[in-house]
């Protein structure tokens, strides 16, 4: 593509195209559906930038949902995921096309590698970003972010300094549904990829085998001290097998041994958008609730009537977990 | 392999959050009665750094912070835990800072030292404001290279063999010297100081002090002026609002669950009773 078509490039939302772990990590996806909203206000379009060797078959589903362009820089050295290459790359795309706004994802490489970009782009950057919003006014991105622990959320602009960016917390944002029939623009502009990395991963294994994500499963039983031991809160696996849920939990039942730190739900773990979440035996931390609000429904299960859990839930049943949860799984085994 | 290194650690003084308090009526922090505290992941980077130059037979440790006079607390401290000296950059100007104009401030301290650091330590990210950008930002303005997230170390030569997590990933990685590494908290335990130690570091040793001129800095590139982002606001996360109660006996909890189940459609609905 000539580059006098290249700069009518009308997208100047851009978002960070992560495709690693693509049927699980929908984060990507996520970000294209608000990045529609951000578009709409500003009265431009998306672009998705995307890194990587051999990766058309990403930018097609980019565009089913819902980016108006794809920028793809399609190369060998830009296979391993590598913040000083892709730093320098996108840094040139970001100067030469100049974007009003740029989204990532707030995994674990987003926010290793946007910080950097925005150093050198001299710009601002807010991180693990729970909502986004234009200005109609000003026509600024208010970027929430969650501080002190997440007992506060930030509104933070960026008022001079372009783009505006953003890493954002997975599972915020709901993904349009796949639309085969959607039309969009797939370039590939020039790039010089610089290949000596000062770091090289040598070896990369996963962490856990892969169960279901909690933030795209749709019931979520999740469990906290008030279960009172590991054994009544393993109990919460056979409740969500029942269910075909997952299982979550709280910041002190991980720091027990109770569950691995990938159930964490909250302002340091998961977020969910589920249909339901049940909770049972947590009192309600803000540090937690952050995790839960998502969700379509909230059932809590907690002895305290008082517990700030009961402030969220849609249905609070005062009882112990420790008696009901039993109780509970005879009920339903019976039914099966 | 018993070269000498010579380490930075970067830290911040930070509010213990579990005891803050919030005035929701102006939508700030009450710092009031609230202790002050070294943002505990800087101390995991500090005793990483205490435990590299003793696998090294020697090196030297600068602990760096930037805040207000009174963050020179956190210095004594690392003194006390065994770094060789503390510099705090402390000027009115530096107030109001974002991570861009904060990355800047401390890049300007290292290149102001003698001798340039073989590695240079950061905690993973600060409870207050839990952004983690100051490591990366710093490394990007001093051209090093960068690993976050860091829970393994091992000197090898003029390079490191680290771990870390990533995105469910365990990852092996090799970063050539001099290079900054932010650190989480399963990298080490955190030794608790004596009180003698702390007495000692309070009343004997020079903390070095730096400001705006001494960095060479402009007015507009440090604190707010410099900073790229604004807080427009704090404000309260969005709480839903409570629903039904149900109290009564296990059973009637169970059933009444169950029936919220079946009307949500997640059970079947079962003929009869």
Redesign the interface.
Same mark, same amino acid.
Not at chain 1, 108 to 131: I, N, Q
Not at chain 1, 310 to 332: H, M, N, Q, S
């Given at each position: 593509m000539r580059k006098t078509e290249i700069n009518k490039i009308p997208g100047r939302v851009w978002v960070f195209g992560d495709y690693?772990?693509y049927f699980q990590n929908r984060i990507t996806l996520q970000l294209i559906a608000k990045a529609r909203d951000l578009a709409e206000t500003l009265n431009t379009g998306i672009t998705v930038v995307l890194l990587g060797e051999q990766i058309h078959q990403y930018a097609m589903e980019y565009v089913a949902h819902g980016a108006d362009t794809v920028m793809v820089a399609d190369h060998s050295n830009l296979k391993e995921y590598e913040?000083?290459t892709y730093?320098t790359v996108l840094a040139k795309w970001a100067k030469e096309y100049q974007p009003e706004i740029f989204l990532a994802g707030a995994?674990? /490489?987003g926010?290793? /590698?946007f910080?950097?970009l #925005? @150093? &050198?782009l001299?710009?601002? $950057?807010? #991180?693990?970003c729970v909502d986004l919003e234009v200005d109609p006014e000003t026509s600024l991105l208010?970027q929430t972010t969650?501080? /002190?622990?997440?007992? $506060? $959320? #930030?509104?933070?602009?960026?008022?001079?300094?372009r783009p505006q960016m953003a890493t954002v917390h997975p599972g915020i944002f709901r993904e349009f549904p796949h639309n085969s029939e959607a039309i969009g623009r797939i370039i590939y502009p020039e790039v010089d990829v610089f290949s000596e990395?000062?770091? @090289?991963?040598?070896?990369? &294994?996963?962490?856990?085998k892969g169960k279901v994500s909690l933030e795209d499963a749709s019931?979520v039983i999740a469990g906290g001290m008030g279960l009172g031991s590991k054994g009544q809160f393993e109990l919460l696996n056979e409740l969500a097998a029942i $269910?075909e849920g997952e299982v979550g939990a709280t910041r002190p039942a991980i720091l027990a041994g109770w569950a691995d730190e *990938?159930r964490l739900l909250g302002q340091t773990g998961k977020s969910v958008k589920a @249909?339901?979440v049940?909770s049972i035996g947590t009192s309600g931390a %803000?540090q937690y609730t952050?995790g839960i609000?998502g969700a379509e429904?909230?059932?809590a299960?907690n002895r305290d009537?008082n517990a700030p859990i /009961? &402030?969220?839930? *849609?249905?609070?049943?005062?009882?112990?977990g420790k008696?009901?949860l039993p %109780? %509970?799984l005879e009920?339903?085994r019976r039914?099966i | 392999m018993t070269e000498s290194i010579n380490i930075v650690v970067f830290i911040k003084q930070v509010p213990d959050v579990p005891s803050i308090r919030i005035d929701e009526q102006r939508m700030t922090i009450i710092r009031e009665g609230v202790e002050s505290i070294i943002n505990p992941l800087d101390c995991v980077a500090l005793q990483a750094a205490l435990e590299l130059r003793e696998g090294q037979g020697g090196g030297n440790i600068t602990a760096i912070t930037m805040g207000p006079p009174q963050s020179e607390e956190v210095l004594r401290e690392a003194l006390a835990a065994g770094a060789d000296q503390g510099i705090l950059l402390t000027d009115p100007a530096f107030a109001g800072a974002d991570t861009l104009a904060t990355s800047h401030v401390l890049a300007r301290a290292v290149s102001k030292l003698r001798q340039f650091p073989d590695l240079l330590l950061c905690g993973m990210q600060s409870i207050d404001s839990d952004t983690g950008h100051v490591g990366p930002q710093l490394a990007e303005e001093l051209d090093l290279p960068q690993v976050c997230g860091v829970n393994e170390i091992h000197i090898d030569g003029k390079s490191l063999v680290l771990k870390r997590l990533s995105d469910g990933f365990v990852d092996t990685v090799r970063v050539s010297l001099p290079a900054l590494l932010t650190v989480n908290k399963d990298l080490c335990p955190v030794r608790d100081l004596s009180l003698g130690e702390i007495e000692v570091a309070f009343s004997q040793r020079e903390i070095i002090r730096w400001t705006s001129s001494d960095l060479n800095l402009q007015r507009d590139e440090v604190g707010l002026r410099g900073s790229a982002t604004h807080v427009r606001k704090l404000r309260s996360p969005a709480t839903r609002t409570g629903g039904k109660i149900v109290t009564g006996s296990p059973q009637t909890i169970v059933d009444t669950l169950i029936q919220k189940l079946e009307s949500m459609s997640i059970l079947d609905e079962e003929d009869g009773n």
């Amino acid at each position: 593509m000539r580059k006098t078509e290249i700069n009518k490039i009308p997208g100047r939302v851009w978002v960070f195209g992560d495709y690693r772990e693509y049927f699980q990590n929908r984060i990507t996806l996520q970000l294209i559906a608000k990045a529609r909203d951000l578009a709409e206000t500003l009265n431009t379009g998306i672009t998705v930038v995307l890194l990587g060797e051999q990766i058309h078959q990403y930018a097609m589903e980019y565009v089913a949902h819902g980016a108006d362009t794809v920028m793809v820089a399609d190369h060998s050295n830009l296979k391993e995921y590598e913040v000083e290459t892709y730093t320098t790359v996108l840094a040139k795309w970001a100067k030469e096309y100049q974007p009003e706004i740029f989204l990532a994802g707030a995994t674990s /490489f987003g926010r290793e /590698f946007f910080p950097r970009l #925005a @150093k &050198r782009l001299s710009t601002g $950057l807010s #991180a693990d970003c729970v909502d986004l919003e234009v200005d109609p006014e000003t026509s600024l991105l208010v970027q929430t972010t969650p501080s /002190f622990g997440g007992e $506060l $959320l #930030a509104e933070v602009i960026t008022p001079d300094r372009r783009p505006q960016m953003a890493t954002v917390h997975p599972g915020i944002f709901r993904e349009f549904p796949h639309n085969s029939e959607a039309i969009g623009r797939i370039i590939y502009p020039e790039v010089d990829v610089f290949s000596e990395p000062r770091v @090289k991963v040598t070896r990369s &294994r996963p962490q856990s085998k892969g169960k279901v994500s909690l933030e795209d499963a749709s019931v979520v039983i999740a469990g906290g001290m008030g279960l009172g031991s590991k054994g009544q809160f393993e109990l919460l696996n056979e409740l969500a097998a029942i $269910l075909e849920g997952e299982v979550g939990a709280t910041r002190p039942a991980i720091l027990a041994g109770w569950a691995d730190e *990938d159930r964490l739900l909250g302002q340091t773990g998961k977020s969910v958008k589920a @249909k339901l979440v049940i909770s049972i035996g947590t009192s309600g931390a %803000l540090q937690y609730t952050t995790g839960i609000q998502g969700a379509e429904t909230v059932i809590a299960i907690n002895r305290d009537p008082n517990a700030p859990i /009961f &402030r969220i839930a *849609d249905l609070g049943l005062v009882a112990d977990g420790k008696t009901v949860l039993p %109780l %509970l799984l005879e009920t339903l085994r019976r039914r099966i | 392999m018993t070269e000498s290194i010579n380490i930075v650690v970067f830290i911040k003084q930070v509010p213990d959050v579990p005891s803050i308090r919030i005035d929701e009526q102006r939508m700030t922090i009450i710092r009031e009665g609230v202790e002050s505290i070294i943002n505990p992941l800087d101390c995991v980077a500090l005793q990483a750094a205490l435990e590299l130059r003793e696998g090294q037979g020697g090196g030297n440790i600068t602990a760096i912070t930037m805040g207000p006079p009174q963050s020179e607390e956190v210095l004594r401290e690392a003194l006390a835990a065994g770094a060789d000296q503390g510099i705090l950059l402390t000027d009115p100007a530096f107030a109001g800072a974002d991570t861009l104009a904060t990355s800047h401030v401390l890049a300007r301290a290292v290149s102001k030292l003698r001798q340039f650091p073989d590695l240079l330590l950061c905690g993973m990210q600060s409870i207050d404001s839990d952004t983690g950008h100051v490591g990366p930002q710093l490394a990007e303005e001093l051209d090093l290279p960068q690993v976050c997230g860091v829970n393994e170390i091992h000197i090898d030569g003029k390079s490191l063999v680290l771990k870390r997590l990533s995105d469910g990933f365990v990852d092996t990685v090799r970063v050539s010297l001099p290079a900054l590494l932010t650190v989480n908290k399963d990298l080490c335990p955190v030794r608790d100081l004596s009180l003698g130690e702390i007495e000692v570091a309070f009343s004997q040793r020079e903390i070095i002090r730096w400001t705006s001129s001494d960095l060479n800095l402009q007015r507009d590139e440090v604190g707010l002026r410099g900073s790229a982002t604004h807080v427009r606001k704090l404000r309260s996360p969005a709480t839903r609002t409570g629903g039904k109660i149900v109290t009564g006996s296990p059973q009637t909890i169970v059933d009444t669950l169950i029936q919220k189940l079946e009307s949500m459609s997640i059970l079947d609905e079962e003929d009869g009773n």
